[in-house]
């Protein structure tokens, strides 16, 4: 069965970076876009960054261009989320997704398994 298992959340400074991983198995990894999306307290899930199943592309919310950069290795099958100039209202629990598809799409019903999230916080 398909399992995704993030990590790499923490406590980090406005400003500050933190790298996700998430850790795939259950099936063919190099088939599937992948997409990073999360929850921010009393909100609803809200997509944030996708790639191809080669990487060959990537595609991001308007509020983390430039600062967070999608990736993946699929001999690792281990999708990443580095994220750079942290802000307070980045706070939130990230999920990875695999999509159903080979393109990712900013539709979070393409997607039919997501992780149990890591919590990332921003605070000074």
């Known amino acids: 069965q398909v399992q995704l298992v993030e990590s790499g959340g923490g406590l980090a400074q406005p400003g500050g970076s933190l790298r996700l991983s998430c850790a795939a198995s259950g099936f063919t990894f190099s088939s599937y876009a992948m997409s990073w999306a999360r929850q921010a307290p009393g909100k609803g899930l809200e997509w944030v960054s996708g790639?191809?199943?080669?990487?060959?592309?990537?595609f991001y919310t308007n509020s983390v261009k430039g600062r967070f950069t999608i990736s993946r290795d699929n001999a690792k099958n281990t999708l990443y989320l580095q994220m750079n100039s942290l802000k307070p209202e980045d706070t939130a629990l990230y999920y990875c997704?695999?999509?159903?598809?080979?393109?990712?799409?900013?539709?979070?019903?393409?997607?039919?398994?997501w992780g149990q999230g890591t919590q990332v916080t921003v605070s000074s």
């Open positions: 790639i191809y199943n080669d990487g060959s592309d990537t």
């Open positions: 997704g695999k999509s159903s598809w080979a393109s990712p799409s900013s539709s979070l019903s393409e997607y039919d398994s």
